[in-house]
């Protein structure tokens, strides 16, 4: 199986419990399980070129031109990962079938579960470091997602939402780190970065691109000072808790480490950087875990502690250390996932998790004890189980660098190791011996097979690795920590080593553990006693204060004013502009033309429009009428420099625009009040400022483009060359619109008409709500005329309809040769229809209205996209046009494009949209009373309707 | 083009011109709203009316041909310039003149331009209502 559907499986299966969980849990259950199943088989199907000593590759191209490869890879150190994702994926599944009550959604918990593990193995198999830090990315999402999966629980949404802060934030500095490194090696492929380690290691670029990527790495694996996450994160369902803290999430970190040993391990930096870490996070961990009364708690720090010790064996940097620290990867995973299982047995046998109110449960639970026996002893790392083993192999490399590196490091191992079977045997002890209490919150029983299948697996796992190391593990941790190290791995596991003096740390670890245990009581007072930082509450003063930053910032951003962000935008674009221009623009190539006096005139008369809107801009209604001037100007500028389309267009918008604006005036303020808050004079002042800057500058960005030739060939040369023979049109403003630019034009009309139908919706929804009572409670803010619709005017305007619609038809036929088209062809026959609104009242014109403007929108979007898709019949792309000449009798030769059909699309939906965005604002007229309705009498009975 | 024709359409020129100079004099210099809505409205459409009328000779003189396309502009300024003129009058009354201003009328009637929701008296009501149906 490709390593690609390997990884992309999991994602399948994430959709498949959400449709699966309505036919029962079991049945979501075994979908789940069965993908992951799947999975694992293609891994297993891939795993003997891998024990081969191989390594399966897989690249497709994505993003080629950005370096970015799918690449798929997997070698030893992939395969048990993935191994041991899928592996303990499917017993946690199974687990979580029978752990979690009919109150949870279960089919939200395994889509979440299957997301989370299809992230997982993309980070461990990807070849590519790019797309490992997607994945990464991906676990921080889902891991946040499963931690939260209690969300009614405010201890879950909190740990979720720190372990997403820590993690996510760690992977934005990794990412950096990623960056710097596959820049040093040329390449983001991690096969290439790999050969590129001596390179990488001699740049001078090594130790920010070290400290990036531990920092991301020690966030993930929770390794100090980033640790207090993990334990947050164990408000989530003991089977997250399982899944995440001893296999998937925070081992992720950790094969980072691994995946780059060769390249970044060998300088003193990595050992001091990475190995005090991992040693400080041990010691640590340890400590605070034998505190801990709750038992999610204790196996949360101790996991922290474990974290730390492979991170410190990766430190060390030597093969033989970095083999045990693969091991132990491995055992950890075993025993810790097991001990998480079991502590979920006895919170969902006994409803408390608190060692306080738990112990004796030896009698009550033989099976439970026995489980949690072999995980606790096997954490504590005694013989004969498999935590022993690593632990020997940790002791022993941590007594070899106290040569190099000085006493301490033994000293510390060995303290840590002490701990580290103290909590274990308090867990064990506090828990399951003494007296069986009579005060538990539930009488405690050993669980049903569903629960206790999965524990028994993983505890037979690890006895099993005790007890025959080198049959079941030795080949698998080799060939993983050969791929880790580069080199190949001769180091045997044995259960006995001879009396090193591993062996004698690791006794007096037992001795000092249980000594430490039998004097825990006065011990938890003197720790209950001690004043200590708690990371915990450091990061929510920290977030705290970030959150209110960031208020604070936004708030004094964005404050409400509108003319503040215009303010920052004119003066970012003037500075832009001034930065960008303000050397030389070159010289001017052309001359100046000459200015006509009445060219000069209309100047003055747009600049006397312009300034009348400033000046009257609180009086609403006269600054929409020098809206309207200058827009007449601009139209008629248009005709001056012979763009009549454009003219055209501009002078029905204008039409259109005002109209509109003046309707919906009539429900606002007829003066703008002086906004509140403006500030000082000098700081109006400032904003006249600013404003005339922008238009000066904006003005001689104009004058400077148009003295000078462009920079490059104009676009326009080919349109005016290619309009008559390749688009069968002589107006090249109208071919480019359907031809040309056809597919813009569509894009253009689609949106058009989303728009329109926006404003109808916003219009529903505000007639709909508490609006709707203001609106009939409204009163008008000006007397009302009586005679709203003078009988001049109305017969002129329906007299005028049938000329004007004529004029509509006219403008669109000739538009692919004359100055016309479909938009302006639109916009006239909306104004002809808006004349009818205006003079006869809307009551009047909405009750011979035939055509839902909706359809209108809808047949001209559908009529223009099957002239583009009619295109394909003949193999040709979308929207490739075709034009012929044809005979119609008495009318003689005309031309007929496809391009025709498509702009009727335009046209139509131009009417509608025009159309509906008045028939919207019109019914709010008619919400509002219904004075504004009344219309001349129509000569049906209808009418008697329209009044009401 | 000959002399004749080349007459004739300064003639016609010269007399839009003096129209329209009227019509703007007007503008500027009438007293009142009601009298001033006259100026533009009456003279400049005579005015423009002029032009077309010189564009009209100009093109059968030149081209010998007769365009049409005057008429129908004269067409439309026929129909927008007294709506327009009725409009700003009808806008001046309601916004400028005081009712007590306006000639008396029989009882219980009102002008076209007042507002029937103004009055609360029955008969008022009624009179909308018919005032709406005629």
Redesign the interface.
Known sequence: MSLGLIVLLPFFGALLPGLLVRAGRDTAAIGAGAVTLLAAIGVALNAPEVLRGGVVSQSLPWLPQAGLMASFRMDGLGLMFAGLILGIGLLIILYARHYLTKQDPFGKFLSFLMAFQGAMLGIVLSGNVLMLLVFWELTSLTSFLLIGYWRHLPEGRQGARMALGVTASGGLAMLAGLLILGHVAGSYEIADILAAGPAIRSSELYLPALILICIGAFAKSAQFPFHFWLPQAMAAPTPVSAYLHSATMVKAGLYLLARLWPVLSGREEWVWLVAGTGLLTMCIGAVVALFKDDLKGLLAYSTVSHLGLITFLFGLGTKAAAFAGVFHILNHALFKAALFLVAGIIDHAAHTRDLKRLGGLMRLMPLTFLLAGIGTLSMAGVPPFNGFLSKELMLEAALEAGHAFGPLIPVAAGLAAAFSVAYAGRFLIHGFFGPVRHDYPEYPHDPGPGLAISPLVLAGLAVAVGLMPEPIAGGLVRLASGAVTGAEIDTHIALWHGLTPALGVSMAALLGGAVILAAYRPLARGWAATPRPEARLIYGQIETGLRRGARALTAWLLNGALSRYLGVFLVVTLAAGVWALGGAPGPETRPMLAVPPGVAVFWALLVLGSACVVAFHRTRVLALVAVGIVGLMVSMAFVYLSAPDLALTQISVEVVTVILMLLALNFLPKRTPAPEGAGPRAWQMGAGVIATLTGLGAGALSYALMRRDFAFEPISDYHLANSVPGGGGANVVNVILVDFRGYDTFGEITVLGIAALVIYALTESLLGGPASRRLIAWTPDQ?????RH?L??VV?SRV?MPIAVLVGVYIFLRGHNTPGGGFIAGLVMAIALLMQYMASGFAWAQARQKIYYHVLIGLGVLIAGFTGIASWAFDRPFLTSAFGHVHIPLLGDAEIASAMAFDLGVLLTVVGSVMLALASLSRIARRAGG?VL?GL?APHDDDAED?R | MELIWEIAVSAFLVLAGIFALVGAWGLVKLPSPMTRLHAPTKATTLGVGGVLIASMIWSIGSHGVLSFHELLITLFLF?TA??TA??IA??NL?RAAPPEDLPTLPEGQ?????????DTSEAAFEDKET????
């Open positions: 007397a009302r005329a009586g005679d003078p001049m005017m002129a005028m004075e009344s009498p009044r | 129909l007294p709506i009725n409009f009808k806008a309601h009102l002008w076209a331009h007042q507002s029937p929701g103004t005032h709406r149906g005629g």
